[in-house]
Antibody
Framework: QVQLVESGGGLVRPGGSLRLSCTASGFTFSDYYMTWIRQAPGKGLEWVSYMSPSGSNKLYAASVKGRFTISRDNAKNSLSLQMEGLRADDTAMYYC????????????WGQGTMVTVSS | QSALTQEASVSGTVGQKVTLSCTGNSNNIGSYTVGWYQQVSHGAPKTVMLGDSLPSGVPDRFSGSKSGTTASLTISGLQPEDEANYYCSTWDYSLSAWVFGGGTKLTVL
């Protein structure tokens, strides 16, 4: 079945780095835009970044631009998010999400991986 | 402050019809498809509506519509398992970003 599984979350000190990974299965990964969305504890959903199927097009939310880098390896069906200069307000559950085939919404969500930034 | 505006809370009884709204502007809802996402009790979100299309596996008591810069999610025949937070989202071309509403907490009485 179609599935997205995130990993790599954990506790990191302010200013530290972390790399999140997402492994896809059950669909042709290289056909889809992929997105990271996060949710701070008790808060709503916030779009973080997305990447085109080929990896040539990527966008970032203003809150993470210059600190986070999205990448993908279509041969390994994987999506990554390299996070640098982490701050307390980056503390959140991070979800790997597949865009629809028309890239006009999100259709498949992973279970999420928790990132906690604290000293 | 969210780019899209949703009711903070809505409630209904079992079997009732309820409508959740999501208001934006011409840069977002007025121009693009709106997705609706259900999040039950801090679990992962689940897609329940893509524009006016029902994803596979979602009960047909869910329906979606849009008029101008307001999108709506209607649940006809409310069930206890529909109690959740619901978020709307769409692309905003002026912000070059995906935007979300603040979410509506749906309570089934």
């Amino acid at each position: 079945q179609v599935q997205l599984v995130e990993s790599g979350g954990g506790l990191v000190r302010p200013g530290g780095s972390l790399r999140l990974s997402c492994t896809a299965s059950g669909f042709t990964f290289s056909d889809y835009y992929m997105t990271w969305i996060r949710q701070a504890p008790g808060k709503g959903l916030e779009w973080v970044s997305y990447m085109s199927p080929s990896g040539s097009n990527k966008l970032y939310a203003a809150s993470v631009k210059g600190r986070f880098t999205i990448s993908r390896d279509n041969a390994k069906n994987s999506l990554s998010l390299q996070m640098e200069g982490l701050r307390a307000d980056d503390t959140a559950m991070y979800y790997c999400v597949r865009d629809t085939s028309d890239d006009d919404a999100f259709d498949i969500w992973g279970q999420g991986t928790m990132v906690t930034v604290s000293s | 402050q969210s780019a899209l505006t949703q009711e903070a809370s809505v409630s209904g009884t079992v079997g009732q019809k309820v409508t959740l709204s999501c208001t934006g502007n011409s840069n977002n809802i007025g121009s693009y498809t709106v997705g609706w996402y259900q999040q039950v009790s801090h679990g992962a979100p689940k897609t329940v509506m893509l524009g006016d299309s029902l994803p596979s596996g979602v009960p047909d008591r869910f329906s979606g519509s849009k008029s101008g810069t307001t999108a709506s999610l209607t649940i006809s025949g409310l069930q206890p398992e529909d109690e959740a937070n619901y978020y709307c989202s769409t692309w905003d071309y002026s912000l070059s970003a995906w935007v979300f509403g603040g979410g509506t907490k749906l309570t089934v009485l």
